[in-house]
């Protein structure tokens, strides 16, 4: 059964660096992980997607291990901006499947 | 920057009534996805076309929620008749490769 699982919450302080875990134990060898932030009212917006190793770009970074099976989302030195609801959604295939997602709540 | 358009943003009705959403993809995006998201919870896929051809609908009720894209262009979800479980925030995405979705700002639909 194709499941992703993440922690259902998180808090930090300003300036951290925040790690988001996504649990994907079925993942096949060709499926990929996008990672998604979301605010109240919004719809998901693009943040990072990886297949393998590791990805960066202006906003985050994504580390994926050799066995694939899971991967963190890593979001440098956070504001209060960056509180909202982060998705991990994964290919299975040709099936879709978004975790729960993760309140992230920023503190001053 | 392009984006997914989608009307109306808000949309209030009774149970046994009819409704519709509207989505545009971002142009030359030819993969267009509909979503349901239960306030709490990740978007659950509904509907995914490729053009005007359906791809999976697997989880789309068929008794009361279709979903058309004529011209493989922008689409339409209805649902007929709206439930009070349906109450739920109604998102479309495109995607130019089928890898890296785009979302709209999404309907939230209120049954009463």
């Known amino acids: ?108 | 920057e392009a984006e997914v358009a989608q009307s109306p943003r808000y949309k209030i009705t009774e149970k046994s009534q009819a409704v519709a959403f509207w989505c545009d993809p971002i142009s030359g995006h030819a993969t267009l996805y509909w979503y349901r998201q239960i306030l709490g919870q990740g978007p659950e896929l509904l509907v995914q076309f490729q053009d005007e051809s359906v791809v999976d609908d697997s989880q789309l009720p068929k008794d009361r929620f279709s979903a058309e894209r004529l011209k493989g262009v922008d689409s339409t979800l209805k649902i007929q008749p709206a439930e009070l479980g349906d109450s739920a925030m109604y998102l479309c995405a495109s995607s130019r490769d089928s890898k890296t979705q785009y979302f709209g700002p999404g309907t939230r639909l209120l049954v009463l």
């Open chain 1, 1 to 108: 059964l194709a499941k992703t699982t993440q922690p259902i919450s998180m808090d930090s302080y300003e300036g951290q660096e925040v790690n988001i875990t996504c649990s994907h134990n079925n993942i096949a060898t060709n499926d990929y992980i996008t990672w998604y932030q979301q605010f109240p009212s919004q719809g998901p917006r693009f943040i990072i997607q990886g297949y393998k190793t590791k990805v960066t770009n202006e906003v985050a970074s994504l580390f994926i291990p050799a066995d694939r099976k899971s991967s963190t989302l890593s979001l440098p030195r956070v504001s209060l901006s960056d509180t909202a609801v982060y998705y991990c959604l994964v290919t299975y295939g040709n099936k879709l499947v978004f975790g729960a997602g993760t309140i992230l709540r920023v503190k001053s």
